[in-house]
């Protein structure tokens, strides 16, 4: 049935005009990319703290959830399962390793979905970001990177865990000092998880060629980069909220600065500090780890302690010189 769905979907993608498989393609690609942890990071240094909290570990639990049950299951993507089955040549790049869940379909649910429950008030943007993760997963069956149950099960594992972040927001409103529990709680399973997968085993097909068909090693790889950013984030978020507790908020003027520097700091860790300081000098997994751990470590805790301690001492030289 699965097949005879994306046979369909091939016939109609082969059909249609090549700008409908670069807008599907766009979409997909979109929220694998560093523009998701851009638009966060501006909203938790310049418009709301607590959002852009709640949208980045969306993202991130959403993404480290995903992957495990990945790993866990071990199901092969659709052109493997079925010859019949041909993707679009474009997506395959990022269409690597296991196919169930989708780890596409993670991102944008954690990322779109985290946005709807925070506005959740305004109709419009809810709408928007639910039709946005329909049409992610859908985008992935279109471009025959994935069998309808991947993007299901994917949409319902990430409901689940963001349907448990809500649970844990509330909490800790309620009792603030059950942050570092909670924290230390996610940054034992994430580190237990990656332990887990270091010591199962991984089923080894391989092609007529000889060739493995999924390499575990990059299967753990991936693991490691996600995990890496929900642990960061597990350190980060109570080490900004009791100790560094800047404020997201100044003149409209501040607001701007404070987001174009940071966006040049993403865009420096990702084009330069990361491809070209460190994955050099570090093995395959040890790189994957540190990129999201010191990114998220970057952005959520250490950026924002230099620009409150600048924009400090400006506001005390200007309130000395009037």
């Given at each position: 049935?699965?097949i005879?769905?994306?046979?369909?979907?091939?016939?109609l993608?082969?059909?249609?005009?090549d700008a409908?498989?670069?807008?599907?393609?766009?979409?997909s690609?979109?929220?694998?990319?560093?523009?998701?942890?851009?638009?966060?990071?501006?909203?938790?240094w310049?418009?709301?703290?607590?959002?852009?909290?709640?949208i980045?570990?969306?993202?991130?639990?959403?993404?480290?959830?995903?992957?495990?049950?990945k790993?866990?299951?071990c199901?092969?993507?659709?052109?493997?399962?079925?010859a019949?089955?041909?993707p679009?040549?474009?997506?395959?790049?990022?269409?690597?390793?296991?196919?169930f869940p989708?780890g596409?379909?993670a991102c944008?649910?954690?990322?779109?979905?985290a946005?709807?429950v925070w506005?959740?008030?305004?109709?419009?943007?809810?709408?928007?970001?639910?039709?946005?993760?329909?049409?992610?997963?859908?985008?992935?069956?279109?471009?025959?990177c994935h069998?309808?149950k991947?993007?299901?099960?994917?949409w319902?594992?990430?409901?689940?865990?963001?349907?448990?972040?809500?649970?844990?927001?509330?909490?800790?409103?309620?009792h603030?000092?059950?942050?570092?529990?909670?924290a230390?709680?996610v940054?034992?399973?994430?580190a237990?998880?990656?332990?887990?997968?270091?010591?199962?085993?991984?089923p080894?097909?391989y092609t007529?060629?000889?060739?493995?068909?999924?390499?575990?090693?990059?299967?753990?790889?991936?693991?490691?980069k996600?995990?890496?950013?929900l642990?960061?984030?597990?350190?980060?978020?109570?080490?900004?909220?009791?100790?560094?507790?800047?404020?997201?908020?100044?003149?409209?003027?501040?607001?701007?600065?404070?987001?174009?520097?940071?966006?040049l700091?993403?865009?420096?860790?990702?084009?330069?500090?990361?491809?070209?300081?460190?994955k050099?000098?570090?093995?395959v997994?040890?790189?994957?780890?540190?990129?999201?751990?010191?990114?998220?470590?970057?952005?959520v805790?250490?950026?924002?302690?230099?620009?409150k301690?600048?924009?400090?001492r400006?506001a005390?030289?200007?309130?000395r010189t009037?």
């Amino acid at each position: 049935m699965e097949i005879d769905f994306l046979l369909a979907l091939q016939g109609l993608r082969e059909a249609a005009p090549d700008a409908v498989n670069q807008l599907f393609l766009l979409l997909s690609s979109f929220v694998v990319g560093p523009l998701p942890v851009l638009i966060t990071a501006i909203v938790y240094w310049c418009v709301s703290k607590r959002a852009g909290y709640f949208i980045a570990s969306g993202y991130l639990a959403c993404s480290c959830t995903n992957q495990l049950v990945k790993n866990i299951a071990c199901i092969n993507r659709p052109w493997i399962l079925d010859a019949r089955v041909v993707p679009d040549a474009t997506a395959l790049p990022d269409a690597t390793g296991y196919s169930f869940p989708s780890g596409h379909t993670a991102c944008a649910t954690g990322f779109f979905g985290a946005i709807a429950v925070w506005l959740r008030s305004h109709k419009p943007v809810v709408v928007l970001c639910v039709a946005l993760i329909v049409l992610t997963g859908f985008s992935r069956c279109w471009l025959g990177c994935h069998c309808p149950k991947d993007v299901l099960v994917a949409w319902l594992l990430s409901a689940a865990v963001i349907a448990g972040m809500c649970f844990a927001a509330r909490l800790v409103h309620k009792h603030p000092s059950w942050d570092i529990p909670l924290a230390a709680a996610v940054f034992t399973l994430s580190a237990l998880a990656l332990v887990f997968l270091e010591l199962k085993p991984y089923p080894l097909e391989y092609t007529a060629a000889g060739a493995l068909l999924v390499d575990p090693f990059e299967m753990k790889t991936d693991c490691y980069k996600n995990m890496g950013g929900l642990m960061a984030m597990s350190i980060a978020w109570p080490l900004e909220r009791r100790l560094i507790r800047f404020s997201e908020g100044g003149s409209i003027p501040v607001r701007v600065v404070r987001g174009a520097v940071g966006a040049l700091l993403v865009a420096l860790l990702y084009a330069w500090l990361f491809p070209v300081m460190l994955k050099p000098l570090l093995g395959v997994q040890v790189y994957a780890f540190l990129r999201y751990f010191v990114l998220i470590i970057m952005l959520v805790a250490v950026y924002p302690a230099c620009f409150k301690a600048v924009e400090s001492r400006f506001a005390r030289t200007t309130a000395r010189t009037e």
